[in-house]
């Protein structure tokens, strides 16, 4: 295993093709998807494509490589399905460890938005 890829993690296999996915997005540095099992109408998660097990591990070499997955999500959210800031708008979610909810141990954000009924809080 190198620094930049599990062949055990499922999310290093999807974008590495290995496992197939709805694709939303895709660069150099960040890969983005539908959930699986969504818990809105719109729900993808964007992840970098550099293994990082969750944000218990990020340090200041990640700093633009989060700018730009932050810079991405409302992007994506709209293109998405989201409706526009204020009337509208999204969660950003990121679970981090056991304890923090974290299923999938590489780094990973949830995008989740549209009608209202599905937020909980």
């Known amino acids: 295993m190198n620094a ?5 993690c499922i999310f290093c296999k999807i974008i590495a093709g290995q496992i197939p ?3 939303i997005y895709e660069d150099d540095e960040l890969f983005a998807f ?16 550099t293994h990082i097990p969750s944000m218990a591990q ?6 633009a490589l989060l700018g730009r997955l932050m810079v991405l999500a409302p992007k994506l959210a709209l293109e998405q399905g989201c409706r526009p800031y204020p009337e ?7 679970n981090t ?3 923090g909810g ?3 141990h590489h780094l990973h954000v949830h995008v ?4 209202r009924p599905w937020l909980r809080g």
């Open 21 to 23: 996915s709805r694709k």
């Open 88 to 94: 509208g708008g999204f969660r950003i979610v990121t």
């Open 58 to 63: 990020v340090g200041p070499e990640h700093e």
């Open 102 to 104: 974290q299923e999938v």
């Open 4 to 8: 930049t890829h599990d062949p055990n």
């Open 97 to 99: 460890g056991a304890e």
């Open 34 to 49: 539908h959930d699986i099992a969504p818990w809105a109408p719109v729900h993808f998660m964007i992840i970098p494509k």
């Open 112 to 115: 989740m938005g549209g009608p």
